[in-house]
């Protein structure tokens, strides 16, 4: 069951080798377990500490290295939950998903229990959250429905013998509010549910929401790479661990730099100081590296530059196999958005999309004319299982959350569509305030950082943002954004 519920980057190929690459690869992550701050500081941050700004305050209690972690906090039960409710949180691309798949194949290494993998976005139905317990009793037991009742009740049992390790990927990735899914994970984490060990990762916005609902839950946070070691590092233990398909290397002439050291040297300019703040974190520097590796080049000034690039070489990676001309995939990228945009706005499930709501917007998935096709076949979407609702419905997903906020942020046009242009005194009736939904946050940040919207736009949103009246010292403002 684990094998088949976790997923696979696809910055690497899924084989052997390829995961024995991927440890070579990835520095171990450091955790910190924080707890909220009296007050924030007041003194200010440079223009090239910007993802700093976004921060939540935690007061960091102790660093642990990723094999510490696992060894003292889950094996050894110490620290204040006794390693039975422990929550990962982290900015998109931090690595939460990563490290819940090397706890869920720890625990079956170690022979620690029964690690249950749930996709919290898969708990959502319609529009309505489903219990963890009829998800798991329905939908996850790989049985039919006449042994399933039989199968069900030796389930419960390794619950109640304090067997199962449940863990709880994206509980940002459920269709409702920050406080009310937390609060709904809370009431959920009771009965033989609740007799299990749980540990869930949360993006930072959705945890800081209502940091009481789950106070029980010891909360240790993925932090960012420093700059220069373990960023070195990274990047040298990337270049020295070729990804399979790459075009082989020519030998180094005596004196010459190699690929990994040139980036570090273009990264350590002294104009490059903001690029350094954004590729701490794990995701974009691997996206980096890769850009990096393919077409060497300039680098990217902004998040979405950064994502914009790797879009395009992308492309030229995949058009080995699958070669796609520029007018189709500026097709293929527009729809993508609209796609996006349009799973962001509803109420269903978030980064999870059925199959009937790709096909309405992307066309038929066995149509080879088809942008959905042509999606699968690139990579960008992903069979990720089935519609509880209907197991005969596929369930697909982004790349990477991360690239359907990118996507997203690139189709909209105007950034009227987070603030209405002409808001008065009062709401316009009919229009969206999307500048006060959490689950924007992400679109508008990659907007603003967008190459293509004149300064002009982005200063004329920013200068709304500022005058803004809502009779709350810009308490909203402050607290969504």
């Known amino acids: 069951m684990l094998n088949n519920q976790l997923t696979s980057n696809s910055l690497f190929h899924d084989d052997e080798e390829a995961k024995k690459r991927r440890e070579q690869i990835y520095v171990p992550l450091a955790l910190v377990e924080r707890k909220k701050s009296e007050k924030r500081e007041q003194d200010g941050l440079s223009p090239e500490q910007g993802t700093k700004l976004y921060e939540p305050e935690y007061e ?98 390794q619950f109640e013998r304090g067997r199962v390790w449940l863990l709880l990927d994206g509980v940002d990735e459920i269709a409702t509010s920050g406080s009310q899914t937390l609060q709904n994970i809370s009431r959920q984490l009771s009965g033989w549910v609740g007799k299990a060990r749980v540990v869930l990762t949360c993006r930072l916005n959705v945890w800081q929401a209502d940091v009481n609902a789950l106070s029980e839950f010891e ?23 070729p990804q399979p398909f790459d075009p082989p290397q020519p030998p180094l002439v005596r004196g010459e730099q190699s690929k ?38 300039s680098l990217p000034e902004t998040k979405a530059e950064l994502y914009g690039q790797f879009v395009e070489q992308f492309y030229r990676w995949k058009s080995i196999l699958f070669p796609i001309k520029e007018s189709k995939q500026r097709e293929l990228n527009l729809a993508l958005g609209r796609l996006a945009k349009d799973d962001i706005d509803s109420s269903g499930s ?52 991360s690239f359907e906020e990118y996507f997203a942020a690139v189709a909209i046009a105007d950034w009227d569509f987070f603030l209405p242009r002409d808001h008065k005194n009062k709401p316009l009736k009919g229009r969206c305030y999307r500048i006060f939904q959490s689950e924007w946050k992400q679109v508008i940040l990659l907007w603003l950082g967008r190459e293509d919207v004149e300064e002009e736009e982005k200063e004329g949103f920013i200068k709304a943002l500022t005058k803004f009246k809502d009779k709350c010292k810009h308490f909203l403002l402050r607290k969504k954004i």
């Not at 949180?89 to 194949?105: C, D, F, S």
């Not at 050291?261 to 974190?281: S, W, Y």
């Not at 609702?389 to 790349?399: I, L, M, N, W």
């Open 260 to 297: 990994g050291d040139r980036l570090k040297v273009e990264l350590g300019k002294e104009e490059k100081a903001r690029v350094r703040d954004l590729v701490q974190n794990p995701l974009r520097l691997a996206l980096l590296c890769r850009s990096w590796q393919l077409y060497e080049g």
């Open 60 to 157: 960091e209690k102790q660093r642990f290295t990723h094999n510490t972690f696992l060894k003292e906090i889950l094996q050894q039960k110490q620290g204040k939950s006794q390693g039975q409710r422990i929550s990962l949180i982290g900015e998109p691309g931090a690595g939460k998903t990563t490290l819940l798949q090397t706890i869920a194949n720890w625990i079956l290494q170690q022979g620690l229990g029964l690690p249950v993998w749930v996709s919290l976005a898969d708990l959502t139905l319609d529009g309505n959250l489903r219990s963890l317990e009829d998800y798991l009793l329905n939908s996850w037991l790989p049985f039919s429905p006449d042994k399933r009742q039989k199968v069900g009740e030796n389930f419960t049992e």
């Open 350 to 401: 978030r980064f999870r999309l059925r199959e009937d709501f790709i096909v309405e917007r992307l066309g038929d998935v066995d149509d080879e004319n088809s942008l959905f096709y042509l999606a699968l076949q690139i990579g960008w979407l992903n069979n990720v299982g089935v519609a509880a609702e209907s197991p005969t419905k596929k369930v697909y997903a982004f790349f990477h959350a």
């Open 219 to 241: 909360t240790f946070r993925l932090l960012d790479f420093d700059y220069p070691q373990q960023v070195h590092q990274f990047i040298d233990n990337w270049f020295n661990s």
